[in-house]
């Protein structure tokens, strides 16, 4: 009797395309791996609009949903109007209480709205943004990744992480997160799996972990 294949869908981290998940590998005869992409949001698209279009581009039923730092608020969003398989959320946060204090105070003063995001074909505003990092050696590697640079999808996709309103975790997702994440700093209590010596990029230079870890966690019965 052959395996039931399980598919897995990826969904990268706000402005990254989804080579980074180029080194995870799975064993071929239990899943299928399949990546999303970021698409451009509609003027004024609510959160819960863009993830309704996202999930029109999953063709499986029954599957697994894993989505990094913004793509891991984008899968939370997701899960609310599709049946899973599971949910992980890596490198993200699990409710709006997380989120990092200088995001609260752009919550409250929309100081977001004027984000010189004009300026991302500067690579390290970039990075700084969505990896937590400043661009040293490392630009090559940031330009490889980076690649979602439109300033609509980048005021969007800043408004959409400061704005997130879910007050509690999804009690159903699996929650990953590094214990040196330098973007989401608040975000390794309570029920999440903690990663030694992750960072905000463990998905590409941890992928190991993911590697050995992923299917017993997909195979593990709830």
């Not at 897995?8 to 080194?23: D, K, Q, R, V, W």
């Not at 239990?30 to 581009?57: G, N």
């Not at 946060?93 to 984000?115: D, F, G, N, Q, W």
């Given at each position: 009797?052959?395996?039931?294949?399980?598919?897995?869908?990826?969904?990268?981290?706000?402005?990254?395309?989804?080579?980074?998940?180029?080194?995870?590998?799975?064993?071929?005869?239990?899943?299928?791996?399949?990546?999303?992409?970021?698409?451009?949001?509609?003027?004024?698209?609510?959160?819960?609009?863009?993830?309704?279009?996202?999930?029109?581009?999953?063709?499986?039923?029954?599957?697994?949903?894993?989505?990094?730092?913004?793509?891991?608020?984008?899968?939370?969003?997701?899960?609310?109007?599709?049946?899973?398989?599971?949910?992980?959320?890596?490198?993200?946060?699990?409710?709006?209480?997380?989120?990092?204090?200088?995001?609260?105070?752009?919550?409250?003063?929309?100081?977001?709205?004027?984000?010189?995001?004009?300026?991302?074909?500067?690579?390290?505003?970039?990075?700084?943004?969505?990896?937590?990092?400043?661009?040293?050696?490392?630009?090559?590697?940031?330009?490889?990744?980076?690649?979602?640079?439109?300033?609509?999808?980048?005021?969007?996709?800043?408004?959409?992480?400061?704005?997130?309103?879910?007050?509690?975790?999804?009690?159903?997702?699996?929650?990953?997160?590094?214990?040196?994440?330098?973007?989401?700093?608040?975000?390794?209590?309570?029920?999440?799996?903690?990663?030694?010596?992750?960072?905000h990029i463990m998905v590409i230079n941890k992928y190991k972990w993911f590697n050995e870890n992923l299917p017993k966690l997909i195979l593990e019965e709830p």
């Amino acid at each position: 009797m052959t395996k039931e294949i399980i598919h897995i869908y990826l969904m990268p981290g706000m402005a990254a395309n989804p080579t980074i998940f180029e080194h995870i590998k799975l064993p071929e005869d239990q899943f299928k791996i399949h990546w999303l992409e970021w698409m451009m949001p509609e003027p004024k698209e609510s959160l819960e609009s863009y993830a309704k279009r996202m999930i029109a581009k999953i063709e499986h039923n029954d599957v697994v949903l894993l989505g990094v730092s913004f793509g891991g608020i984008l899968v939370q969003e997701m899960s609310k109007y599709m049946k899973l398989r599971k949910l992980f959320v890596v490198s993200s946060v699990k409710s709006k209480h997380e989120l990092p204090k200088r995001m609260k105070i752009m919550k409250a003063t929309k100081a977001y709205k004027i984000l010189p995001t004009q300026l991302v074909s500067n690579i390290d505003f970039l990075a700084k943004y969505a990896f937590g990092e400043t661009v040293t050696k490392r630009v090559e590697l940031y330009k490889k990744y980076l690649s979602v640079s439109d300033k609509r999808y980048l005021d969007w996709a800043i408004e959409n992480v400061i704005e997130w309103d879910q007050e509690e975790p999804n009690p159903d997702a699996i929650y990953i997160h590094g214990d040196k994440d330098a973007i989401f700093t608040h975000s390794c209590h309570g029920n999440c799996i903690v990663v030694k010596g992750g960072t905000h990029i463990m998905v590409i230079n941890k992928y190991k972990w993911f590697n050995e870890n992923l299917p017993k966690l997909i195979l593990e019965e709830p």
